[in-house]
């Protein structure tokens, strides 16, 4: 009879956020699929689980795979973990997940924390539903059209940024989708955990300790209204030039973008930047 594939959570700062059940599974299977073996060390330590472990991450997860469901198939059982949080939510391990599935292999989660969903709990940020986006394109040229494709989006944003990334984030996501409210998380659960909501004008401007992986929870596009003030035909156009400068965005991109932000049509942000066109000739 198979084993089965536990996709474990384990605790995103703080030890003590994990599950009894966690606990005890990584105490009963046969082996612990790690992103890092190292960081997983000190949670089992910390617990007096003397598992045996093997690394599991995005550079040998694909040639790993096989051997991990041969032990399965002969009736193994292996618990999937990541760095910290919940595995496979940005992390390596869905092709083994997969692949589990493909051979009919039973894959069992064993929920816990999760850095998304801590950082939305407790930013007051209400929207209906939310889109988890994971970590934006490293380029800034991707980034922004990455950032302009969800400028429309009217539930809550929620996505993942690197410390040495974070401020230029924060800049083009100024640009595209306005001064939106965010949630800012940083270290989540551990001694230096920090949690600011304020606009995105506010961040840049307050943000001095680019350190530890970032949670960004960002208010959706607000919904239209008629009685939005109609901006000025040379704001749009310099606007329009920041979005589509060094073809960040195609034109129908930065005009969709714009006209999320001001609650009108894209025929209308069309006509302002005709207007703006022609004031400048």
């Known amino acids: 009879m198979p084993g089965t594939l536990y996709v474990v959570a384990t605790p995103i700062g703080n030890l003590e956020d994990v599950?009894?059940?966690?606990?005890?599974?990584?105490?009963?299977?046969?082996?612990?699929?790690?992103?890092?073996?190292?960081?997983?060390?000190?949670?089992?330590?910390?617990?007096?689980?003397?598992?045996?472990?093997?690394?599991?991450?995005?550079?040998?997860?694909?040639?790993?795979?096989?051997?991990?469901?041969?032990?399965?198939?002969?009736?193994?059982?292996?618990?999937?973990?990541?760095?910290?949080?919940?595995?496979?939510?940005?992390?390596?391990?869905?092709?083994?997940?997969?692949?589990?599935?493909?051979?009919?292999?039973?894959?069992?989660?064993v929920p816990g924390p999760n850095a998304a969903l801590a950082t939305l709990s407790a930013s007051g940020i209400a929207g209906r539903g939310f889109v988890f986006a994971g970590f934006p394109p490293n380029r800034s040229k991707a980034r922004q059209a990455w950032l302009g494709g969800l400028s429309g989006e009217p539930r809550v944003l929620i996505f993942y940024e690197a410390p040495h990334r974070i401020r230029a984030t924060l800049e083009d996501m100024l640009t595209a989708l306005g001064d939106r409210l965010v949630a800012l998380g940083r270290e989540l659960t551990k001694i230096h955990e920090q949690l600011v909501v304020r606009p995105i004008s506010g961040h840049l401007k307050e943000l001095t300790?680019?350190?530890?992986?970032?949670?960004?929870?960002?208010?959706?596009?607000?919904?239209?209204?008629?009685?939005?003030?109609?901006?000025?035909?040379?704001?749009?156009?310099?606007?329009?030039?920041?979005?589509?400068?060094?073809?960040?965005?195609?034109?129908?991109?930065?005009?969709?973008?714009?006209?999320?932000?001001?609650?009108?049509s894209s025929r209308e942000v069309f006509a302002l930047l005709e207007r703006a066109k022609t004031s400048a000739e």
């Open 209 to 264: 300790e680019e350190r530890g992986e970032f949670t960004l929870v960002v208010a959706g596009a607000p919904e239209p209204t008629s009685h939005q003030e109609v901006p000025r035909p040379e704001q749009v156009g310099r606007e329009f030039g920041e979005l589509t400068n060094n073809q960040a965005l195609s034109r129908r991109s930065a005009i969709r973008t714009l006209a999320t932000k001001y609650g009108v």
């Open 19 to 109: 599950t009894l059940r966690a606990l005890r599974v990584m105490r009963e299977v046969t082996l612990i699929a790690a992103e890092d073996t190292r960081r997983t060390a000190r949670l089992l330590q910390h617990y007096s689980i003397s598992t045996r472990t093997t690394s599991l991450h995005e550079h040998n997860e694909r040639s790993k795979t096989p051997s991990l469901i041969a032990r399965l198939a002969s009736g193994e059982s292996i618990a999937l973990v990541s760095d910290a949080g919940t595995p496979v939510v940005s992390d390596p391990g869905s092709h083994l997940v997969a692949a589990a599935h493909a051979a009919g292999i039973r894959v069992e989660p």
